[in-house]
């Protein structure tokens, strides 16, 4: 198997291992939601992935545009948006290495940075189009830069604008900081304490929501509800990462599930930025162990 066969692989068991999670209020083994069901987001991970990883996308743009249209083929929904949209960047950077002949780099973040650096307004162009076919909840009209104009400034620029108020687009904005910076060393910390790999998982997701209300929350429910649920969730989530055994916290999450769940409350951003962490860490595993063996 070579490098580019592990990166996609590694990209569907980021997917896989992210709905294998608890993640109250979202979909994943515990259960569907919000008119979606777990197999739809098994599908799409591998739907988009063989988009995603496909020779012939060349560009950030292009991998993004048919990662959603094959999404959209397979079931139907939005269920992935986010997610096509973060780690793009990051396998344009990895398969150019790939195809340029070139050892996987050590930093992940310096690979990623050159991509967001160089990207275009025809990245723009095919990323608003995939964001129209996946049409997104909560998406309002802007006055400069909506998404259903043709867009007239790069990818990143558009990010850039974008950051304040969503939380994918402050990912581009930072080079992917609180992901490296927060989440990756949340997800290696539970690894070690728990040495479950979806428990883990569960800590950077309900971490990352305390520091930062979800933005898809924000975008359907507003701010200060945003802020009242991760407020809500404080309490919980300091609970499940003090213990030594978050299974025995799992009827509290339960329960919560089913209350977001049952009042239209979905952490969809924390949800996607849980699984370009996981994808990183993954990768991370990859470059290390070609590293170590070259």
Do not use: C
């Given at each position: 198997m070579n490098f580019i066969d592990n990166y996609r692989e590694a990209y569907v068991n980021s997917c896989?291992?992210?709905l294998q999670s608890l993640k109250?209020?979202?979909?994943?083994?515990h259960g569907d939601g919000h008119g979606m069901t777990l197999q739809?987001?098994?599908?799409?991970?591998?739907?988009?992935?063989?988009?995603?990883?496909?020779p012939s996308n060349q560009t950030v743009g292009q991998r993004v545009l048919q990662a959603v249209t094959r999404t959209r083929q397979a079931v139907g929904d939005n269920t992935n948006l986010g997610i096509i949209l973060l780690v793009s960047p990051i396998i344009q950077g990895l398969v150019s290495q790939c195809q340029d002949g070139l050892t996987p780099p050590l930093s992940l973040e310096n690979l990623t940075a050159?991509?967001?650096e160089n990207l275009t307004v025809q990245d723009a162009v095919d990323a608003y189009q995939a964001i129209q076919i996946a049409t997104p909840g909560g998406m309002g009209k802007?006055?400069?830069?909506?998404?259903n104009d043709i867009p007239t400034i790069t990818l990143m620029e558009a990010m850039n604008?974008?950051?304040?108020?969503?939380?994918?687009?402050?990912?581009?904005?930072?080079?992917?900081?609180?992901?490296?910076?927060?989440?990756?060393?949340?997800?290696?910390q539970y690894i070690q304490k728990w040495q479950q790999p979806r428990w883990a998982a569960t800590a950077v997701f309900l971490s990352q929501w305390v520091r930062e209300p979800d933005t898809l929350i924000i975008r359907k429910q507003g701010l200060l509800k945003a802020q009242q649920i991760s407020d809500m969730i404080a309490p919980l989530t300091e609970q499940v990462l003090a213990s030594d055994d978050p299974q025995l916290v799992e009827g509290e999450l339960l329960a919560l599930d089913k209350e977001l769940k049952s009042n239209a409350i979905n952490p969809g951003?924390?949800?996607?930025?849980?699984?370009?962490?996981?994808?990183?860490?993954?990768?991370?595993?990859?470059?290390?162990?070609g590293h170590s063996t070259s």
């Open positions: 896989l291992l992210e109250p209020g979202n979909v994943g083994v739809q987001f098994i599908d799409s991970a591998m739907a988009s992935s063989s988009a995603l990883f496909d050159e991509v967001l802007v006055a400069d830069h909506d998404v604008v974008s950051a304040p108020y969503d939380r994918i687009a402050y990912q581009y904005h930072t080079n992917y900081k609180e992901i490296y910076d927060h989440n990756l060393p949340i997800y290696w951003t924390t949800a996607d930025i849980t699984v370009a962490t996981l994808f990183v860490a993954q990768l991370e595993q990859i470059r290390n162990k």
